[in-house]
Structure formats: structure tokens, C-alpha cells
């Protein structure tokens, strides 16, 4: 079974703080995602990776910046927290390939709370 | 741009038939999909619809894909309990992997 781990499921930070969120894959995906979750905005997303060391943009990656320096690692960084970004973040991978069905495996989710 | 949307609450009573409705954007799409997101935890592929198929059935799920009004719905036969959680389609521009979600519907399972 593919497994996405989170660093924690819960985590409170003051204004300010920076934050790390951890992401590790344990079945060689090359894809990665950072997403936040929020009532009635469904998923949408900060930055994706393809490989090591490269990263994207995704929709709303402002006050955000990303590290993948191993393949089964992708890490999340806010560089200064605010309360606007208290929220559910969902990490995922998916294998690459275009024959594949392309599902995402996610992660439980961490619910960060910033004070 | 790619978009997908989805009503946000739906609420049936335990044994009866839920339906959930999505519309998309994108043509290119090979796979749709449908996700489970129950309390607290992340989401769970519940379910794909390969593009050249009109209908997927797995047991109580039916999946029913109308290509010409790029609509898909979700129908779950003999609602239970434990199937309150939030769903949402989504569908993948260009096959890249990177998956575009609507917003999610709240399904609530009354007793």
C-alpha cells in the first residue's frame, strides 16, 4: 500500500513563526503536491514537484516556498506565518507516466493553526 | 481556464439514493475521478470513470459520465452512515497528474 505521512496532524503557531510541514512518500513517486484546504474552496494548490530539487507554482503559492532535495520528501515551508493561513494542508504524490491512471495518494492532513 | 464545480451540501435520509453532481472543463482528460474525505482525515480515491466509458458501477457506486455536457455524478445506492463524509470529483488537464478539484459536497446521512 502507497503511504503519504505527514509530520503532524495538528500543529499552533504564533504570527510571524516560521513553519515547516513535512511530507514523506514511501513508494517512489516522482509527483508531489502541497494543497490547503478551506470550507467551501475545496482544494487548491500552492506548489507541485515533478523531481528532485524542481518545483512549480501552483495557484496560490504566495507566503509559501517548497524544498524537495530527496524523491520521497517534499517539504512546505511558510516563511512567516499569519493568521490567513490557518488551514488544513493536504500533501499527495502520484506516480508519473501517462500510463498510469495518475491517482493521488494523500496524506492525513495537518491542521495548522497560526495565532 | 480549467474548472471544476460542484454543489456544497447534500443531505438524504439512511436507505435512500444520493446523487452527486460535478461539471468540468477539460476535454483532454483520460480518467475522472472521485474522491472520499471522511472527519479529519485526508482523501481517499473512491472511485475513476475512463473517458471513453458512459457508466462505472462498483458495487452500491455509480458513476455516470456525460462527455458532450461535461457532467459527471457520483450515485450512491442504499445510503448508509458511515458514507457522511465530503466528496469531490475532479478531473486531470493534459494527463499530467497535477488534478483539478471542485469544491467538495458535504453529504450528511440522516438516520
Known amino acids: 500500500d502507497v503511504k503519504v505521512t505527514q509530520s503532524s496532524r495538528y500543529l499552533v503557531k504564533r504570527t510571524g513563526e516560521k513553519v515547516f510541514l513535512e511530507c514523506v512518500q514511501d513508494?517512489?513517486?516522482?509527483?508531489m503536491f502541497w494543497y490547503r484546504q478551506d470550507p467551501g474552496l475545496g482544494l487548491r494548490l500552492i506548489y507541485f514537484s515533478y523531481d528532485v530539487k524542481m518545483k512549480e507554482k501552483g495557484d496560490i503559492p504566495e507566503g509559501y516556498s517548497v524544498s524537495r532535495e530527496k524523491k520521497e520528501r517534499f517539504s512546505l515551508i511558510l516563511e512567516s506565518a499569519s493568521t490567513n493561513q490557518t488551514s488544513m494542508y493536504l500533501c499527495a504524490s502520484t506516480p508519473a507516466g501517462r500510463g498510469s491512471v495518475n491517482e493521488q495518494f494523500f496524506g492525513p492532513g495537518t491542521r495548522l493553526t497560526v495565532l | 481556464g480549467e474548472d471544476v464545480e460542484q454543489s456544497l451540501f447534500l443531505s438524504v435520509r439512511e436507505g435512500d439514493s444520493s446523487v452527486i453532481n460535478c461539471t468540468y472543463t477539460d476535454s483532454s482528460s483520460t480518467y475522472l475521478y472521485w474522491y472520499k474525505q471522511e472527519p479529519g482525515a485526508g482523501l481517499q480515491l473512491l472511485t475513476y470513470i475512463f473517458s471513453n466509458m458512459d457508466m462505472k458501477q462498483d458495487q452500491r457506486l455509480t458513476v455516470l459520465l456525460n462527455k458532450k455536457d461535461k457532467h459527471l455524478s457520483l450515485r450512491i445506492a442504499d445510503t448508509q452512515t458511515g458514507d457522511s463524509a465530503i466528496y469531490f470529483c475532479a478531473e486531470n488537464p493534459s494527463n499530467t497528474g497535477k488534478l483539478i478539484f471542485g469544491q467538495g459536497t458535504t453529504l450528511q446521512v440522516k438516520p
Open positions: 513508494m517512489d513517486h516522482e509527483n
